[in-house]
Every structure is written in structure tokens, then in C-alpha cells.
């Protein structure tokens, strides 16, 4: 039913082979790569890896040996003049059993930086070129391993900053989002045949012609690429993690909250209004789940041009923000929700803490959901992290969930805005029109996969993976 792919003992599938329009992509790479896969620094152990058609003879004449593929063989690593570089073990993968689907060679030595370097140096004068950021993950996907959603959650898994973003990674790693694409791109390559079909037939009606059929099976696939849409969406907050910006009036303590949420001095706090002007990004981890905390310029009317600046960008971090954390002085806190005027509409969610509650002389009255703290003292302090935590937990971490990218959640954007044209033609009877835009929307769900793919995406998506990978 999907000849585009196969399957692997474990049932993963992989895109397989590659259709005709992706051939002019796919001219082989003859050269053989090098690289360190391990992350920069002392470990352990550091592994080089070495991809392409010389990677076997390379290893041979570094081993002294030849390597049994699939079998962990200790060897001495030799330098050209036959000094011992290191030993370690050496593994090999034969061609197209291996990550890359190229003959694969990996040397396994002592994670020494230098040591890894000459063995890298050895390599390439053996014959081997260092790899290009990504450039292992590309070959996987332009030799059908990988298809190219899964090629970047693999970049995801290995970015992600808690347990949540990387088993969402290792969902769309195993191709869950692949396979909703492709199911969707199959349901509208039938919509298309349908319908050129149907123009063949052109002085008959659409409803002879099977056309009450067509709009169901075009009304489905709508339903499901907008439940695609959505899930992928909240699959990119799950892989940028929750986006939380401290909002509220000028000394409220905005930048003392920061910096006890965070645990250290990040933030300059004086008791002078107006204190914070740039933006300041600071990654924090609570229970596990990462989050980005961005401390902002109090809000008032006036200021100088350097605090209105900062006003301006504080109101363009919101406008982007998951959610407000909005910081107001316990002592008078309806004041201060009302500086903040219409600032906080479409902010999607937002936690409001009433600080400084060390300052009241009574302790603070229940005030709707509303949390009494004291960033200086503490207090209350467990209630915001509980409640940011609950937040951050809450954007579709839930079973199923898997990584998306911007790049992906805009095909499926386009490809939305494409299926409700086809739906507007078809009720025109305007056949060849609705054709043209299933065609638009089934290029689009192919640039996710990438079986469909504009010639300059590919150097832009794998440039920003890590070398080695
Ligand atoms: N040492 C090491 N560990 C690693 C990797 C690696 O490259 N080296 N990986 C790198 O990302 C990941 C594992 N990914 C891999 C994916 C496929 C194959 C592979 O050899 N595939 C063959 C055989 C399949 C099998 O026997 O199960 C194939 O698909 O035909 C190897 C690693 C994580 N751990
Ligand atoms: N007593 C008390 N003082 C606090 C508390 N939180 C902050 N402050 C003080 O309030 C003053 C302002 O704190 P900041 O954290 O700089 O306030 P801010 O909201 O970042 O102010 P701007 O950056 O100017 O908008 C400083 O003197 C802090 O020490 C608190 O919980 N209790
Ligand atoms: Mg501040």
C-alpha cells in the first residue's frame, strides 16, 4: 500500500527507495567522511567515525588489520611511521547495514581531544575528508534510512533539555509523524486522482461522477491535517520548551524572582524603578522539565527613550510568550494590574504572584489565584514552582506527542490553506483549479518527509545539526 517505504525487523520504517522526483538530490557521495562523534572535551571514551566507500581500507590500514563487520575487534591505532596513536576498539558496519547506509567504521579510543584529533589527521591522510555539521544524518536520509522528519529528530533527541522533549524526539525519531504525514499525502494523492479523472470527463456534473464521495474524502483529510497541524504545534513548544516572560509594574521585584527562580544572581536588582532595560533569558529546570524564564522592563507610562525602549521589546517578548508571569507588589496589586493595561490579552496562560509579602504588616488574604510571595524571603515560592512546573508539563507532553519544527508546522500550514482552496474550487466545479491546489497541499506534506523538497532546503536544515552527527 506504501511502496515508498519498508520496514526493519523492529517494524521501523524507513522511506525506501526514493521516488523519481528525488533523484537529481540523491547524485552519490564518493567521498569518505570523517569526524569525531563524541562531544567536544575529556571522556572516556571518543569515537571516530568515518562513512563512504574508502572507510573500510582507512581502518584497515590504521588496525593493521581488516575488521569482520558487526564485530567489536581491540586494535592499536598506528600513525603513518607506526607509532601507536592509541588502542581502542574498532567496529565496522558493511554497506548498507549501518546508520549512514555507507560502509561505516567506527574507532573507539581514549576520549583524549588530542588523541581523537590525530586519529582524524590519520584519517584524512588516508584518504578521508572531515564531515560537514550533519552530514552522517544527511547521507542516512539521501540513502532512504532516514526519512527527513526523522533525520531531525534525531538532531532534536540529541538538543533535547529534559526527559519530555526526548522521548517526543524519539517518537517522531521512530517515524509516528512521518507516518500521519504519509498517511495523509496517500488519502490526497487518491483526492487527486479523483479528480483528474473527473476533468477528463468535463461536460459531466461532479455528483455523476462520483463527486459526493470526493468532498467526504477531501472533508476527512481536512479534519485530519488540522489535528496534524495541532499536535504538530504543540510538538514545537514541546522541543523550544515553555516560554515564560516576568512581566508587571517597575520594582515589583521582577528580577529578584528571576534570580531566586533561578538560584543565583542573573539580574541586577536595585530599589531604583526602572532598573532592568534589555531582555534576559535564563534557562531553569524544575523537577526535571526544562523551561526559559525571560526577565523584562517594568511597564509604567513615560520613562526615558532608553526605558521605553525596553518597554518595547518587553511587549514583544509577551506578544510571543507561552506564558505571563506577572509580578505585582503585594501591598497594592490592582494598581499594578492596571498599569499593565491591555498588555496581557492574548497571552495564552498566566500565573500572577503578589511578592514582597514579607512587607505586609497582616498575612495576605486569599486573592483568586493569585500567589502571595516574597522572592526575598522565599515564602510562597514552592506554590510558583509548582504551578510553573504544572505549565510547562501541559503543552502536549501527553502519550503520542512528538517534536515538530517550525519549518514543519509551516508546510502543514500551507497545506491547510491548500486543501480549504481545493474545498472552495470543488464547490465551483472548478476542477482544475482544485487540482492545482491538492497538488500545492501534497507538496507540501512531501517537504516534511522530504520525497518533495525545494533544492535549497537540504544544506539549510543539515548545516545546523552537530559535526559528527
Ligand atoms: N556506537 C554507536 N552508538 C550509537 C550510534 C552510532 O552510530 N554508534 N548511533 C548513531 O546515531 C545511534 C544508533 N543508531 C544506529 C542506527 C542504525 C545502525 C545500523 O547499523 N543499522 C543497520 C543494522 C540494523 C540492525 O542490525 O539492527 C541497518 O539499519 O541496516 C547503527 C546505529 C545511537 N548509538
Ligand atoms: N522586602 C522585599 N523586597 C523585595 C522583594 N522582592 C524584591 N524586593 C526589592 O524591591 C526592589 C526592586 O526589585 P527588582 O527585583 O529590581 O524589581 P523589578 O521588578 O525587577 O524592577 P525593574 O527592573 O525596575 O522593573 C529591590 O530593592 C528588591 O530588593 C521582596 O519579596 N520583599
Ligand atoms: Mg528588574
Redesign the pocket.
Known amino acids: 500500500m506504501d511502496p515508498g517505504f519498508r520496514r526493519d525487523d523492529d517494524g521501523r520504517r524507513y522511506a525506501f527507495p526514493w521516488t523519481q522526483s528525488f533523484t537529481a538530490v540523491t547524485a552519490s557521495p564518493t567521498d569518505t567522511i570523517v569526524a569525531i562523534a563524541t562531544p567536544p572535551g575529556a571522556g572516556g571514551v571518543g569515537i571516530v567515525r568515518l562513512s563512504g566507500p574508502a572507510a573500510h581500507a582507512i581502518a584497515q590500514a590504521l588496525c593493521g588489520r581488516a575488521l569482520r563487520p558487526r564485530h567489536a575487534h581491540h586494535a592499536r591505532f598506528r600513525d603513518g611511521d607506526g607509532t601507536i596513536l592509541d588502542d581502542g576498539l574498532a567496529l565496522a558496519f558493511a554497506a548498507p547495514a549501518s546508520y549512514t547506509g555507507e560502509d561505516v567504521v567506527e574507532l573507539q579510543a581514549h576520549g583524549s581531544p588530542p588523541v581523537l584529533q590525530q586519529l582524524v589527521a590519520r584519517c584524512c591522510a588516508l584518504g578521508a575528508r572531515m564531515a560537514r555539521a550533519g552530514e552522517f544524518s544527511e547521507r542516512a536520509y539521501l540513502n532512504g534510512r532516514l526519512d527527513l522528519a526523522q533525520a531531525e529528530a534525531v538532531a532534536d533527541l540529541i538538543a533535547a533539555g529534559d526527559l519530555r522533549a526526548a522521548r517526543a524526539a524519539r517518537r517522531a525519531l521512530e517515524g509516528e509523524f512521518s507516518a500521519r504525514v504519509d498517511a495523509l499525502a496517500d488519502a490526497l494523492l487518491a483526492i487527486r486522482v479523483h479528480v483528474e479523472a473527473a476533468i477528463d470527463f468535463a461536460d459531466e456534473p461532479l455528483d455523476t461522477l462520483g463527486g459526493a464521495a470526493l468532498r467526504a474524502q477531501l472533508s476527512d483529510a481536512r479534519a485530519q491535517l488540522d489535528a496534524l497541524l495541532a499536535a504538530a504545534e504543540r510538538g514545537q513548544k514541546l522541543r523550544d520548551g515553555l516560554h515564560a516572560v516576568i512581566v508587571?509594574p517597575?520594582?515589583?521585584?521582577?528580577?529578584?524572582l528571576l534570580n531566586a527562580l533561578a538560584g543565583s544572581d542573573r539580574a541586577i536588582?536595585?530599589?531604583?524603578?526602572?532598573?532592568?532595560r534589555d531582555l534576559l533569558r535564563e534557562t531553569v529546570r524544575i523537577d526535571g522539565v526544562e523551561l526559559t524564564l525571560v526577565d523584562t522592563?517594568?511597564l509604567r507610562a513615560g520613562g526615558d527613550a532608553i526605558e521605553r525602549e525596553g518597554m518595547r521589546r518587553a511587549r514583544d517578548e509577551l506578544r510571543r510568550a507561552d506564558l505571563a508571569l506577572v509580578?505585582l507588589d503585594a501591598r497594592d496589586p490592582d494598581a499594578g494590574l492596571r498599569a499593565l493595561a491591555g498588555d496581557l490579552d492574548g497571552v495564552p496562560q498566566r500565573i500572577v504572584v503578589h511578592?514582597?509579602i514579607?512587607?505586609l504588616s497582616a498575612p495576605p488574604a486569599a486573592n483568586g489565584d493569585a500567589l502571595p510571595a516574597?522572592?526575598?524571603?522565599g515564602a510562597g515560592l514552592d506554590a510558583v514552582h509548582a504551578r510553573l512546573r504544572a505549565a510547562a508539563g501541559d503543552d502536549g507532553a501527553g502519550e503520542g506527542a512528538f517534536t515538530a519544527r517550525a519549518r514543519q508546522v509551516q508546510a502543514l500550514r500551507r497545506a491547510a490553506t491548500a486543501l480549504a482552496d481545493a474545498d472552495a474550487a470543488l464547490d465551483r466545479e472548478r476542477l482544475e483549479l482544485a487540482a492545482e491546489a491538492l497538488r500545492i497541499g501534497h507538496d507540501a506534506l512531501g517537504e516534511i518527509t522530504g520525497r518533495t523538497l525545494p533544492d535549497d532546503l537540504l544544506g539549510r536544515i543539515f548545516s545546523t545539526f552537530c559535526i559528527g552527527k
Open positions: 508587571g517597575p520594582n515589583a521585584g521582577k528580577s529578584s536588582v536595585t530599589d531604583v524603578a526602572g532598573t532592568t522592563a517594568g509580578v511578592n514582597k514579607d512587607l516574597s522572592a526575598r524571603t
